[in-house]
C-alpha cells in the first residue's frame, strides 16, 4: 500500500526546549494519520532536548524526523534546514514551547483545499500559565486577505507583527523565491513581510488553532547592545530581500514604514521597557542610524497608522533621547506593577 504524500511539514526549531517539548511533540504527532511530517531541529541544545527528541522519533518513526545543528546558529539558521529538508507543499512553523489543539492541522489542511490559498492564518491562544486563563489573541487581517493586488501588497507589508509561527505557508513562497530566514536571534521573523507580499492569495481562519506560551518572566531585563546590531542586521536584510525582488521599487512607503515600525519603534520600546536602565546613547544611536536607513521617515505616508503611543515614542526622542530616557525610567519606576503583561504586546505591534 502506497504512503499518501506529505501535505504539510511542522518545522519545529529546539533549543534547550526540553521543560516544554513533550507537551509540545504529544501535540504534534497526533494531528492527522496521514500526509503529516514533524521536523525538529536541535540547534545545539545543551540540555536533555536531544534525548527527549530521539525518544519521538523512536517511537513515531517516518512521522518524525531529527536534524541536529552543527553549530548553535539561533531559530532562522534552524528554520531554513527544515525548509531545505520538508518534503510538504505547506510549511507550519511552531515554537518547541508552544503547541497545538486537536485537529488544528486538518482544519488548516481543509481550508487550503478549499481555497488553494498561499497563506492561512489562524487565531491563537495565549497561555500565561496554570493558574491564569487563557486570552485569545488575534491581528485584524482583513485589509490583507483575498488575492495579491497593488493595494492588497502594501497592506501586507505594513501588517503589525505577525509570527512566523501558527500559519500555514506554502513551501514554494520560500524555494522558489530564494526567501530565506537570517541568521540573527533577533527580529529573524521580519521576512514574513517579504512571503506575505510574494503571495498570491491569504485568508485568515477567525479560530484559535494555537497555543502561544507567554512567559513574562524570561524577558531580557539586561542592557545588551549587541541585541540592537542583530535587529538592525535583520532590519536591513529584509530591506535587501525587499530590494532584490523587485517590491521595493512599486511598494518604498510601505517597506520603509516597515522599517520604522519594525526597526527603530520596536528597538525604542524595548531599551525603554525592557532593559533595567534606559542607555541614551542607545536611543540616540539608534534615531541617527533610522536617519540613514530612511532618510525622509519623518514624512511617511504610513505614520498615521501608528497608534498614539508609539507616536509618542518616535516623537519625544526625535525631540531629546535623555527625555525618553527619564520618561520611561520614571514609568518603570513608579508603574512597573502594570507593565509587564503590557511590555510583549507593546514589543510585538
Same mark, same amino acid.
Given at each position: 500500500m502506497n504512503k499518501a504524500p506529505i501535505a504539510v511539514s511542522i518545522i519545529v526549531p529546539v533549543f534547550n526546549a526540553g521543560k516544554h517539548l513533550s507537551q509540545c511533540l504529544d501535540s504534534l504527532v497526533n494531528q492527522m494519520n496521514e500526509g503529516l511530517e514533524v521536523i525538529c531541529?536541535?540547534?545545539?541544545?545543551?540540555?536533555?532536548?536531544?534525548?527527549?527528541?530521539?525518544?519521538?522519533?523512536?517511537?513515531?518513526?517516518?512521522?518524525?524526523?531529527?536534524?541536529?545543528?552543527?553549530?548553535?546558529?539561533?531559530?532562522?539558521?534552524?528554520?531554513?534546514?527544515?525548509?531545505?529538508?520538508?518534503?510538504?507543499?505547506?510549511?507550519?512553523?511552531? *515554537?518547541? %514551547?508552544?503547541?497545538?489543539?486537536? !485537529? =488544528?492541522?486538518?482544519? #488548516?489542511?481543509?481550508?487550503?483545499?478549499?481555497?488553494?490559498?498561499?497563506?492561512? *492564518?489562524? %487565531?491563537?491562544?495565549?497561555?500565561? !500559565? =496554570?493558574?491564569?486563563? #487563557?486570552?485569545i489573541e488575534s491581528f485584524d487581517l482583513s485589509k490583507c486577505t483575498g488575492p495579491r493586488t497593488e493595494t492588497t501588497i502594501d497592506e501586507r507589508i505594513i501588517l503589525p507583527h505577525t509570527p512566523i509561527w501558527g500559519k500555514f505557508i506554502r513551501k514554494s513562497l520560500f524555494t522558489e523565491n530564494g526567501t530565506y530566514f537570517p541568521s540573527y536571534s533577533i527580529g529573524e521573523d521580519m521576512i514574513m513581510a517579504v512571503v506575505r507580499a510574494q503571495a498570491d492569495k491569504c485568508i485568515v481562519i477567525n479560530e484559535p488553532l494555537y497555543y502561544y506560551r507567554r512567559d513574562t518572566q524570561s524577558l531580557t531585563r539586561q542592557r545588551n547592545s549587541s541585541k540592537y546590531a542583530q535587529v538592525r542586521k535583520s532590519a536591513l536584510f529584509v530591506l535587501n530581500k525587499f530590494k532584490e525582488n523587485g517590491i521595493y521599487a512599486n511598494h518604498k512607503d510601505a517597506v520603509d514604514f516597515l522599517m520604522i515600525r519594525k526597526h527603530y519603534r520596536q528597538w525604542l520600546v524595548y531599551l525603554c521597557f525592557y532593559f533595567d536602565k534606559v542607555d541614551t546613547s542607545l536611543l540616540r544611536k539608534a534615531r541617527q542610524d533610522m536617519d540613514a536607513l530612511v532618510p525622509n521617515w519623518r514624512v511617511n505616508p504610513f505614520l498615521g497608522r501608528l497608534p498614539l503611543f508609539d507616536k509618542l515614542i518616535l516623537k519625544t526622542n526625535d525631540f531629546s533621547p535623555f527625555l525618553l530616557a527619564r520618561i520611561s525610567g520614571l514609568a518603570m519606576k513608579y508603574f512597573s506593577f502594570a507593565l509587564p503583561r503590557h511590555i510583549p504586546r507593546l514589543a510585538r505591534t
Amino acid at each position: 500500500m502506497n504512503k499518501a504524500p506529505i501535505a504539510v511539514s511542522i518545522i519545529v526549531p529546539v533549543f534547550n526546549a526540553g521543560k516544554h517539548l513533550s507537551q509540545c511533540l504529544d501535540s504534534l504527532v497526533n494531528q492527522m494519520n496521514e500526509g503529516l511530517e514533524v521536523i525538529c531541529i536541535d540547534d545545539c541544545s545543551t540540555d536533555n532536548s536531544w534525548d527527549v527528541l530521539v525518544g519521538y522519533q523512536q517511537a513515531y518513526p517516518g512521522l518524525v524526523k531529527l536534524i541536529k545543528s552543527k553549530t548553535n546558529s539561533g531559530p532562522g539558521n534552524a528554520r531554513n534546514l527544515g525548509i531545505e529538508a520538508a518534503n510538504g507543499e505547506y510549511l507550519f512553523f511552531v *515554537d518547541a %514551547d508552544d503547541w497545538l489543539p486537536k !485537529g =488544528a492541522i486538518s482544519r #488548516l489542511l481543509a481550508e487550503t483545499l478549499q481555497t488553494n490559498a498561499d497563506i492561512i *492564518d489562524c %487565531d491563537w491562544y495565549v497561555y500565561h !500559565g =496554570a493558574e491564569k486563563p #487563557l486570552e485569545i489573541e488575534s491581528f485584524d487581517l482583513s485589509k490583507c486577505t483575498g488575492p495579491r493586488t497593488e493595494t492588497t501588497i502594501d497592506e501586507r507589508i505594513i501588517l503589525p507583527h505577525t509570527p512566523i509561527w501558527g500559519k500555514f505557508i506554502r513551501k514554494s513562497l520560500f524555494t522558489e523565491n530564494g526567501t530565506y530566514f537570517p541568521s540573527y536571534s533577533i527580529g529573524e521573523d521580519m521576512i514574513m513581510a517579504v512571503v506575505r507580499a510574494q503571495a498570491d492569495k491569504c485568508i485568515v481562519i477567525n479560530e484559535p488553532l494555537y497555543y502561544y506560551r507567554r512567559d513574562t518572566q524570561s524577558l531580557t531585563r539586561q542592557r545588551n547592545s549587541s541585541k540592537y546590531a542583530q535587529v538592525r542586521k535583520s532590519a536591513l536584510f529584509v530591506l535587501n530581500k525587499f530590494k532584490e525582488n523587485g517590491i521595493y521599487a512599486n511598494h518604498k512607503d510601505a517597506v520603509d514604514f516597515l522599517m520604522i515600525r519594525k526597526h527603530y519603534r520596536q528597538w525604542l520600546v524595548y531599551l525603554c521597557f525592557y532593559f533595567d536602565k534606559v542607555d541614551t546613547s542607545l536611543l540616540r544611536k539608534a534615531r541617527q542610524d533610522m536617519d540613514a536607513l530612511v532618510p525622509n521617515w519623518r514624512v511617511n505616508p504610513f505614520l498615521g497608522r501608528l497608534p498614539l503611543f508609539d507616536k509618542l515614542i518616535l516623537k519625544t526622542n526625535d525631540f531629546s533621547p535623555f527625555l525618553l530616557a527619564r520618561i520611561s525610567g520614571l514609568a518603570m519606576k513608579y508603574f512597573s506593577f502594570a507593565l509587564p503583561r503590557h511590555i510583549p504586546r507593546l514589543a510585538r505591534t
